[in-house]
């Protein structure tokens, strides 16, 4: 069997990815600089080569080394703050890097890819629930460097052939079930980890940016979808590019409040959040959440399993508790 490249599987959703494949049979390397990703996170079954998109060498001896069937690629920044301070730290890693990482794959003959994508490619939405169909235009460098990407994709499937799915994914939450490995950002700026780490004491408080958006509870709704759920969906994007290429949505459909997240974070630990109000932040729509039953279903057969968002942040409370990086 040819092995399967994990650029970023060190990170928190490729970590994911990485021991969800090598549960199902995969044969794995993980590729990673080790900026963001943590060592410990990477299934033990897994090889793991330190390098560099930013660093063509390191991955001309990487597909030197290893005879690969595909690739996943992880490896990008995501703080989308950061990247409008600095946004040239995003385009040389984002899109430099991932240009370093086709030529690579072009040169050895490598032609199947899964992207890391995000729902920051749509921007301002337009209407909600969304789909695939939805207008991209990003409002910032990092949902740019993604839509970039997906375009360079495009114009080389038609060049040379490359076969690719561009998965858009909302918002990534929880971690394993056996609490193994999971979120473990510095800063962390995702909500349910902040959450819980403020009820742990290890925070002053939780932050609630905005109580008076037009949403039933007048805070920001998002689609929370379990970090398991989107291993699985790599998984089946990987399976079915013999005869896919393009873009999925990667959502629940479910709509859950910041409100929400509170409430459900106080049920799970039986413990009371400390709160803060603050004013609105700029850019952050009202809500975001994708349309059900899309091409995930019916393109590559995937179902999320994590509907309820108790038992995603059961999940994440469970890891919070125990974490080992």
């Not at 079930?177 to 742990?200: C, F, K, M, R, Y």
Request: hydrophobic content about 40%; overall charge neutral.
């Amino acid at each position: 069997m040819k092995k399967i490249l994990v650029m970023g599987g060190a990170g928190y959703i490729g970590s994911h990815a990485v021991k969800h494949l090598v549960e199902k049979g995969y044969d794995c390397v993980v590729a990673d600089n080790l900026v963001y990703g943590h060592r410990e996170a990477v299934a033990e079954a897994a090889a793991f080569e330190k390098a560099d998109l930013a660093e063509p060498a390191s991955l001309e001896a990487l597909f030197s080394k290893y005879d690969f069937e595909a690739v996943l690629h992880f490896a990008a920044y995501a703080y989308v703050g950061e990247s409008v301070t600095d946004p040239q730290k995003y385009y040389q890693n984002n899109v430099a890097g991932t240009l370093n990482l086709l030529a690579a794959m072009k040169n050895h003959g490598v032609q199947k890819i899964v992207f890391s994508s995000t729902c920051a490619t749509y921007g301002e939405p337009h209407y909600t629930p969304i789909d695939e169909k939805h207008p991209q235009s990003p409002i910032n460098p990092y949902g740019r460097t993604k839509l970039m990407i997906e375009q360079a994709f495009a114009d080389y499937a038609r060049a040379y052939g490359l076969k690719y799915a561009a998965l858009r994914y909302f918002n990534a939450a929880g971690a394993a079930a056996d609490g193994s490995i999971g979120e473990s950002h510095n800063p962390e700026t995702h909500l349910i980890p902040l959450v819980l780490q403020a009820i742990q004491g290890k925070r002053p408080c939780i932050k609630v940016f905005g109580a008076d958006y037009p949403t039933p509870d007048g805070t920001c709704l998002r689609d929370y979808i379990h970090v398991e759920d989107l291993a699985s969906a790599h998984r089946l994007a990987l399976e079915k590019l013999d005869g896919f290429s393009g873009y999925v949505n990667l959502g629940t459909g479910v709509k859950t409040s910041v409100k929400d997240i509170i409430a459900a974070a106080e049920k799970v630990t039986g413990k009371k959040c400390p709160v803060e109000q603050a004013p609105r932040r700029a850019g952050d729509p009202a809500e975001l959440y994708a349309a059900a039953h899309g091409p995930a279903e019916t393109v590559l057969g995937w179902k999320p399993r994590y509907m309820q968002i108790e038992d995603i942040i059961a999940t994440a409370w469970n890891w919070e508790q125990k974490r080992r990086f």
